[in-house]
C-alpha cells in the first residue's frame, strides 16, 4: 500500500515536472502561441493543398485528419524530449542511482504530454469550427473526447519507444522528424488508406492515429460511440503495446547500459 | 559490519575503435581493488588520473556492473540487491551537469524527493534545511541553469542528503569550488562526518585529503599501492625532508640538473604565474640545500626553505611521479 502511494507520488511528480520543464523552455506566452498557432498553421497547408487537388467537398477528410494529427506534436515531439533530455543533462545516473520504480518514472514522463496532446486536438478542432466550416452539430462530442484521449494516449506510447531510442542516438531529432512525417503520410490524415497499396496499409494499422483518425471521421459525420468502439478498442491496445515495448526498452537501456558502462556517453 | 566491503573488484571497458576498421580494445579501469570501510569513517580514495577511482565509486553505487569480484554496500550485495543500496547511499560525481537546468532547485530537489520515496511532509520540512546547510537560502526558486557551478555542486549535495542516506561517495566534490567555496565544502563534509555519515571521498587535493579522511587508500593503475592513515602514509617518507626553492622561470636543463643529482629522491614543481615552487625531496635535509642551489646556479631564486614531507610528498613518492 504504502509502495503505492510512493509510486503514484513519484508518477505525479515527473508529470509536473516534465510539464515545468517544458513551460521553462518555451515561456508560458511563446508556449500558447505555439498551442494556438502550430494546428493552424498545419491545417492550413493540409486543407487547402488536399482541397485544392481534389474537391472542395473533401474538406471535412482534411480538417479532421490533420486536427487529430496534431496530437503528434506532443506526442512525439514533447514524449521523446522529456526522456532523451536526461541523456543531454547528464542526469541519467543519478536517476538510475535511485531506488525508483522505473515503470512510476518512465510513464510519469508521457502523462502530461496525454494532457497537451489532446488540448492541442480540441484547439485545432476549434480552428476547424472557425475557419473551414466544421459542423460538429450531428457529432457526440464525448465520444469525440473520448476518442481523442485514447488516440493522444497512444501516440504518446510510440512517443515513449522514440524516446528510449534517444537514449541510445545521438540523432534523436532526426528519427523525431521522420516518424512526425511518416505518421503523417501513413496515419491517412491527408489520403485516404483504401488509396495506398496493401503494404502501405498494413504499416498504417500498424501504427497510432490511424483509427483514431477514422473514429473521428465517423463521428463528426454522425456515427455513434457504439459502432465506432471496435476501432476504439484497437487503436488503445496498440498504445498499450507500443508502451509496453517503449518500457521494456527502457528497462533494457538501463541494464545494458550498466553492463557496458555507457551510461554517460552514447 | 563494515559500511563498505570491497573484494577483488574488476572492470574491464571495451571500447569500439575506428569507424571503419573496427576493433576492440579492452581497458583495464580496474584491476584488482580491495578494502573495506568502517561506519563512519572518512575515507580517501586517491590516484592519477585514470587510476580507476570513479569506475570504483560507480560500483560501488551500483551504477556499473563488475567484470568480476563484489562489493557490499551498507551490507547489501551492489548487485544482487542493488536497491536496497540505493536507498541507503548517496553519491555526487564532481562537476555541474546531473539536473535539471530547466527547472528550479526546488523543483529538482522535489522530484529527486519523490524519486527516493520521500515522504512529502517530511521534504516540505529538509529541503529547506538543506539549502541552508548548502548556503543557498532564497536562491531555491531560481532556475538552475542560472546558478554558477558552485551553486550547482551545493545543490548536488542537498539533493545527496534527500533521503538522509548512511553512506556517502563524493568523487572529486570540491573540483572547481574557488577557494573560499572549497573550504565551506570541507565543512560540511566534515558536518556530515559528525552525523556518524560514512563517506568515501575521492580528490586529487592532498591537503583536503590529510585534513578530512581518517584513512587513504592511494590507488594506481587499477590497484591499491598503500592503504593508511595520513600520519601513516607520511611515514612513508619520513626518512624524507623537501627542499622547497623558489625560482622565476627556471630553465628547464636546470631542473633536470637538480633531478639529476645523487641524493635527489624526486622533484616536483608547482606552477604559479611567474614563478615555480621546486619541491625537492631528498634524505639529506638542509645539506642538500648548497648541492641545489649550485645546480640552479645562473637562475632567478627566490625563497629557499627545508621542510617536513607532506601527504602530498608521500603521494608522490608512492605513485612513483617525478611530478
Ligand atoms: N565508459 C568508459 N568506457 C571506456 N573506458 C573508460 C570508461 N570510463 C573510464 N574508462 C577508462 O578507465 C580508466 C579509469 O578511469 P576512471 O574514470 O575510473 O579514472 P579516475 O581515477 O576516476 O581518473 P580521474 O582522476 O581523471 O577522474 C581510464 O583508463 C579510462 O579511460
Ligand atoms: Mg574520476
Redesign the interface.
Known amino acids: 500500500m504504502h509502495t503505492l502511494v510512493v509510486n503514484i507520488r513519484l508518477f505525479w511528480q515527473g508529470t509536473l515536472l516534465s510539464y515545468i520543464a517544458l513551460f521553462h523552455w518555451l515561456r508560458p506566452v511563446t508556449y500558447t502561441a505555439s498551442k494556438i498557432l502550430m494546428p493552424l498553421a498545419q491545417m492550413m497547408f493540409f486543407v487547402l493543398l488536399g482541397t485544392y487537388a481534389t474537391s472542395a467537398s473533401n474538406i471535412n477528410f482534411y480538417v479532421i485528419g490533420n486536427a487529430v494529427q496534431i496530437t503528434a506534436v506532443s506526442g512525439i515531439f514533447g514524449v521523446t524530449m522529456s526522456i532523451g533530455n536526461d541523456r543531454s543533462m547528464g542526469t541519467l545516473p543519478y536517476l538510475f542511482g535511485t531506488p525508483a520504480n522505473r515503470f512510476a518514472l518512465f510513464f510519469g514522463r508521457a502523462f502530461m504530454h496525454v494532457i497537451d496532446g489532446a488540448l492541442g486536438v480540441v484547439i485545432a478542432f476549434m480552428w476547424g469550427v472557425l475557419l473551414f466550416n466544421l459542423d460538429l452539430s450531428n457529432t457526440d462530442l464525448s465520444a469525440l473526447g473520448l476518442t481523442i484521449l485514447v488516440t493522444t494516449f497512444s501516440t504518446c506510447a510510440l512517443g515513449l519507444l522514440m524516446g528510449c531510442l534517444s537514449l541510445i542516438t545521438a540523432n534523436v531529432m532526426f528519427i523525431n522528424n521522420t516518424v512526425y512525417f511518416l505518421l503523417l503520410i501513413f496515419s491517412g490524415a491527408n489520403v485516404a488508406l483504401d488509396k495506398f497499396p496493401l503494404w502501405m496499409q498494413t504499416i498504417s494499422n500498424l501504427l497510432p492515429l490511424t483509427r483514431g483518425i477514422a473514429a473521428s471521421r465517423l463521428l463528426v459525420a454522425g456515427s455513434s460511440l457504439e459502432s465506432i468502439s471496435p476501432l476504439l478498442w484497437q487503436e488503445l491496445l496498440i498504445g498499450v503495446v507500443y508502451g509496453i515495448i517503449g518500457y521494456f526498452m527502457f528497462a533494457a537501456f538501463e541494464t545494458v547500459a550498466k553492463r557496458r558502462g555507457t551510461l554517460e556517453t552514447v | 559490519m563494515d559500511a563498505i566491503e570491497v573484494n577483488h573488484l574488476h ?1 574491464v ?2 571500447a569500439v575503435i575506428g569507424v571503419i576498421r573496427r576493433s576492440i580494445k579492452e581497458v583495464v579501469a580496474v584491476g584488482d581493488i580491495s578494502f573495506a570501510v568502517g561506519q563512519g569513517e572518512l575515507f580517501g580514495l586517491l590516484g592519477p588520473n585514470g587510476a580507476g577511482k570513479t ?1 570504483t565509486v ?1 560500483m560501488l ?5 563488475p567484470t568480476s569480484g563484489d562489493a557490499r554496500v551498507g551490507g547489501f550485495d551492489v548487485v544482487k540487491q542493488a ?1 536496497e543500496v ?2 541507503r ?1 548517496g ?1 555526487i ?1 564532481g562537476g555541474e ?7 528550479s532547485g526546488n ?1 529538482n530537489l ?3 524527493a ?4 520521500v515522504d ?1 511532509d517530511i521534504s516540505k520540512k529538509r529541503i529547506p534545511a538543506l539549502l541552508e546547510m548548502v548556503g543557498l537560502t532564497g536562491r531555491g526558486n531560481e ?1 538552475v541553469g542560472g546558478y554558477s557551478r558552485g551553486m550547482k555542486q551545493r545543490l548536488h549535495v542537498a ?1 545527496t542528503l534527500l533521503h538522509d542516506p548512511d553512506i556517502l561517495f563524493l568523487d572529486e566534490p570540491t573540483i572547481g569550488l574557488d577557494p573560499v567555496g572549497a573550504r565551506e565544502f570541507r565543512q560540511v563534509i566534515l558536518d556530515l562526518q559528525s552525523q556518524k555519515k560514512t563517506i568515501l571521498l575521492t580528490t586529487h587535493y592532498m591537503f583536503e585529503a590529510d585534513m578530512l579522511c581518517n584513512r587513504i587508500a592511494v590507488i594506481n593503475q587499477g590497484g591499491v599501492i598503500a592503504l593508511d592513515t595520513p600520519s601513516g602514509l607520511k611515514k612513508h617518507v619520513s626518512d624524507l625532508s623537501v627542499v622547497e626553492v623558489e625560482t622565476f622561470g627556471a630553465a628547464s636543463e636546470a631542473i633536470e640538473k637538480v633531478r639529476a643529482l645523487s641524493f635527489v629522491d624526486s622533484v616536483s614543481i608547482e606552477e604559479h604565474d611567474q614563478r615555480q615552487l621546486l619541491m625537492v625531496q631528498t634524505q639529506r635535509g638542509a645539506e642538500a640545500v648548497p648541492e641545489v642551489l649550485a645546480a640552479l646556479d645562473g637562475q632567478r631564486l627566490g625563497r629557499v626553505v627545508v621542510r617536513e614531507p607532506t601527504l602530498e610528498d608521500a603521494y608522490v613518492r608512492l605513485v612513483g611521479g617525478n611530478a
Do not use: E, H, Q, V
Open positions: 572492470r571497458y571495451r569506475t560507480k553505487t551500483t551504477l556499473l556492473i536497491n540505493r536507498k547511499i553519491f560525481f551537469r546531473g539536473l535539471y537546468w530547466r527547472l523543483d522535489r522530484y529527486f519523490s524519486l527516493y520515496g512529502p532556475k539533493r
